[in-house]
């Protein structure tokens, strides 16, 4: 077979559905290559199967005719649509990969510059908070449980970008973090840690794992008591500065621009660094003062040198 893809929403990241698709193309003979409309379009000789991945829904859909026998679309970006503010989870378009393309090792040649010595993928799935303004509950289920191994994705590559939802939620989260410490390499969580969940022991394990910046996240604005006094105690007990130490902030959904602005001065207080995060950004307008509180924020040297907002020009 001949066999197309297409990641919409861009070559920024690798998708790991795509890289586990052509991994098992190849692996059964078939041919594998990006598509390109302006190439691949009539009279060219058609593909036989093309495949497109999406993971936002705001993402615009691919605008070429695809010269194909057949098209497959999935990721979230297909199954998950945001109504009325709110996102709406669509079971019956969400296309799971069988289970022998799942769990095969990603082609990670498909993105060389991104994946260069580095390893991207999920040990675990599922999350039991269930917040509203996320959609992991509905789609992966309202539990963290082990998916696989490292060694399924990882051959040794100097870095690790584990995107797992909720790591240390699952009953498994010590033999992931074990298996991260025995890897020896630089581990990105990049979905962050729930430090609600935080233990001694949890900090005793992560201590032993090389990372250069570990994220947690702040998102409801309720939790404040519980995730202060947890912030407290990872920080004592790793004695990690702020350079290390990354807080994802969820605006625009159900706080107020004075709750936003108490837990980021809440957390640069602590010694951690806030990460603006904005819902439903695309219908936010240019010039508005949550996107100048993003810019405020997340631009670390403009954060560093005005201390106050409303001194931020």
Not at 93 to 120: C, F, V
Not at 178 to 199: A, P
Not at 212 to 223: E, G, L, P, T, V
């Amino acid at each position: 077979m001949n066999i197309g893809l297409i990641d919409i929403d861009s070559h920024h990241f690798p998708s790991i559905p795509l890289m586990k698709l052509s991994a098992w193309h190849k692996q059964n003979g078939d041919t594998v290559e990006w598509y390109n409309g302006s190439i691949h379009s009539w009279p060219c000789q058609p593909f036989d199967r093309v495949y497109m991945s999406k993971i936002f829904s705001f993402t615009p859909d691919y605008p070429y005719y695809i010269n194909a026998d057949e098209v497959i679309k999935g990721g979230s970006g297909y199954c998950i649509k945001l109504v009325d503010g709110k996102e709406i989870y669509k079971k019956e378009n969400d296309i799971q990969l069988p289970g022998d393309i799942e769990h095969i090792y990603p082609d990670y040649s498909l993105y060389p510059k991104l994946t260069k010595d580095t390893a991207y993928g999920f040990m675990s799935r599922g999350c039991p908070r269930g917040c509203d303004f996320c959609h992991v509950g509905a789609k992966e289920g309202y539990k963290a449980y082990k998916v696989s191994d490292l060694s399924e994705f990882w051959r040794g590559q100097k870095n690790i970008v584990l995107l797992d939802p909720n790591p240390i939620a699952c009953k498994e989260c010590k033999d992931i973090l074990g298996q991260l410490i025995d890897s020896k390499s630089w581990v990105d969580f990049s979905q962050g840690v729930d430090i609600r969940l935080m233990t001694e022991e949890k900090i005793e394990m992560i201590k032993q794992i090389k990372t250069k910046n570990i994220h947690f996240a702040w998102d409801r604005y309720q939790d404040k008591e519980k995730i202060i006094q947890k912030l407290k105690m990872f920080k004592e007990y790793t004695g990690y500065d702020y350079r290390k130490l990354t807080v994802y902030m969820l605006c625009n959904f159900d706080t107020t621009f004075e709750q936003d602005l108490e837990r980021i001065y809440t957390l640069r207080d602590l010694g951690y660094n806030p990460y603006v995060m904005l819902y439903d950004k695309e219908h936010i307008p240019n010039g508005h003062k949550l996107k100048r509180l993003q810019r405020w924020v997340n631009n670390r040297k403009i954060f560093k040198t005005t201390s106050r907002f409303e001194n931020y020009r």
